[in-house]
């Protein structure tokens, strides 16, 4: 497994984490920043999520509001985990609709990027849809069928996964918006991803499973939902009949230059 050199912050015996000054610091300046970056962009069910949170601003929120809150909207929780957890370990958490959130957060001078998903990503990419029955039940299901996948069925569920719940984009009538935490938690690809310059694709699951991606480049094509419940029907599929459809079909060519050193999956 890759290594990090973060190290998530340990809770104490009442499960308080105790953040420093620059710490609550850097999650003020990355929430306030990407707040009004995300107006008329993101989707509203997400909006509806951020609203329910009540995320604070001056400092980085405890697990325990989290829970509090997606205990009782979708039955969900966050867990503490370390920087990088192994695919096995991230597949059981989903499947027991337990989200991993790993409890460090990014220093000033990675305001703008890192591999590693840190407690702003976690928590404001992801946790507000959380609160949405249709994308908590896609997540769950997903959880579970990861759980019992080969290894290389999982690089294709890996695949969807990135395009759905990390970069995902959805038609509302509002106009295209943004669904994906991947998207939601970094400013250039929120503003990068509804522009003319990446390729949108209606979204087709087997199609996803088949497109490359690299984790360290802004994405070259987002596929798009037609609504968010798109998603929830997608879990009452046979979502692994289209994994082994991936699998007989093989990759799409890359839209990306390749690299010396590949992240492609």
């Not at 957060?105 to 990503?121: N, S, V």
């Not at 503003?191 to 360290?216: G, K, N, Q, V």
Request: hydrophobic letters at 40%; proline letters at 7%.
């Amino acid at each position: 497994m890759a290594q990090t050199l973060y190290v998530a912050r340990e809770p104490d015996a009442s499960g308080f984490i105790d953040y420093t000054a620059d710490e609550h610091a850097v999650w003020n300046t990355l929430i306030t920043r990407q707040m009004k970056i995300i107006e008329g962009r993101a989707c509203q069910e997400y909006l509806d999520g951020i609203e329910q949170l009540g995320l604070p601003l001056d400092r980085i929120p405890q697990l325990g509001e989290i829970n509090k809150v997606l205990g009782a909207t979708t039955g969900w929780q966050v867990e503490r985990v370390p920087a990088l957890i192994p695919f096995q370990t991230f597949f059981e958490l989903l499947a027991s609709k337990r989200f991993p959130v790993a409890t460090f957060i990014r220093t000033a001078e990675e305001l703008d990027y890192l591999q590693e998903p840190d407690i702003f990503h976690e928590i404001f990419g992801h946790c507000p849809l959380l609160t949405n029955p249709w994308f908590a039940e896609f997540t769950h299901t997903y959880g579970k069928l990861g759980l019992s996948a080969s290894k290389e069925q999982r690089v294709y569920l890996a695949r969807l996964y990135w395009m759905t719940i990390e970069f995902g984009l959805v038609d509302t009538p509002q106009g295209r918006k943004i669904y994906g935490g991947g998207i939601l938690s970094s400013p250039k690809e929120a503003l990068y991803s509804l522009s003319s310059a990446p390729e949108h694709h209606p979204f087709d699951a087997l199609e996803a499973m088949r497109t490359p991606y690299r984790i360290d480049i802004l994405q070259p094509l987002y596929f798009v939902l037609p609504d968010l419940k798109r998603l929830f029907d997608l879990a009452q599929q046979d979502i692994m009949a289209l994994v082994g459809q991936g699998m007989q079909l093989g990759l799409h060519a890359p839209k990306f230059p390749p690299k010396t050193k590949s992240h492609a999956a």
